[in-house]
């Protein structure tokens, strides 16, 4: 490539939306084994902003000003030194999750570690594959890598009406098993049309009955929800949680806390479903890059769904 610079938003200092800017900013270089990937499409989480890895390095250096939105979908445009030419190659439709200790997505270009990018099957667009790395991953190592969620048991999804939770819910009941999601009362619908046997609202409905019967819980409240799923486990079971470390211990099963992790494999079989037509992701709520501080304002203040950045001059330019 020759450009030298691009435009992306960034934040100066750590703090509030109204922080971000939208600016020309460098071109980044490929270290060792990463790529350059052309965004297209890219998505942030509502915490984003006040994660501490989103302005330093693994070293705790200071990298402000810093580019937000961990998940991306793009077209590989250089390889660095060290990538091996047979997994990627410059052309490839790739998406993944960034690292959280360097620059996101935000921007026109991003370096990202080759290993944490899969090629993107035709049948699935940008938008929709920037909505799923870290909220598909999410919900495949929870219920999966540490919950252990095999056909026939059960599993009570805590959130179940957010993009993670509506991911769970279709990852779990497309193996088989019983599926019981919570949230809101807006929620009911939305969990219900992602394959859910029974929604249970949590500003009413009790958990009581179900203590001692549940073979996961996956949580995303935390708080008091958290607490008191604890005694939901059935022996052997798992309460997993990625809200905070569960306090208390189900008195026979265990507990996992967890971060989501990259993994290319998991994407792949992710894409896959989504190819297929097995998982059907929620509809986006889009904004030009140009309005990158204007969707983090909206995130920030309570507006509900996906939101997804999108490199609008490339999409004028007919790329899917």
């Known amino acids: 490539m020759t450009c030298t610079t691009m435009t992306a938003a960034r934040m100066p200092k750590a703090g509030r939306a109204a922080e971000l800017v939208v600016e020309p900013a460098t071109y980044p270089r490929a270290a060792v084994g990463d790529v350059i990937v052309q965004v297209h499409a890219a998505a942030f989480t509502p915490g984003e902003l006040d994660w501490e890895p989103t302005y330093v390095d693994r070293t705790g250096r200071d990298r402000t000003p810093a580019i937000p939105a961990r998940d991306v979908s793009g077209v590989v445009v250089e390889l660095g030194f060290g990538t091996n030419p047979s997994d990627l190659r410059v052309g490839d439709r790739v998406f993944g999750m960034i690292d959280r200790y360097r620059d996101g997505a935000a921007a026109e270009y991003v370096a990202v570690e080759g290993r944490d990018l899969a090629l993107l099957p035709p049948e699935v667009d940008h938008v929709q594959a920037a909505s799923l790395p870290m909220s598909g991953l999410t919900a495949w190592q929870a219920l999966f890598v540490h919950g252990g969620l095999g056909a026939g048991q059960r599993v009570v999804i805590h959130g179940a009406g957010g993009a993670v939770g509506q991911l ?18 807006r929620d009911r619908d939305a969990v219900l049309g992602a394959g859910a046997t029974t929604f249970l609202d949590l500003t009413g409905d009790p958990l009581e009955p179900l203590d001692g019967t549940v073979d996961l819980v996956f949580d995303m409240i935390g708080g008091d929800i958290l607490a008191r799923s604890s005694t939901l ?36 079989e992710l894409a896959r479903g989504v190819a297929a037509g097995e998982l059907v992701m929620p509809t986006p709520v889009l904004y030009p890059l140009t309005e990158a501080q204007k969707a983090f304002s909206d995130k920030e203040n309570g507006v509900p769904g996906k939101f997804i950045l999108r490199n609008d001059d490339v999409v004028s330019n007919g790329s899917r």
């Open 168 to 185: 769970a819910v279709q990852l779990a009941r497309n193996i088989g098993a019983e599926v019981i999601g919570t949230g809101r009362t």
């Open 233 to 268: 486990i059935a022996p052997g079971g798992t309460l997993v949680s990625i809200a905070a470390p569960p306090a208390v211990q189900p008195p026979t099963g265990r507990a996992v806390y967890f971060i989501v992790e990259p993994n290319r494999a998991q994407l792949t």
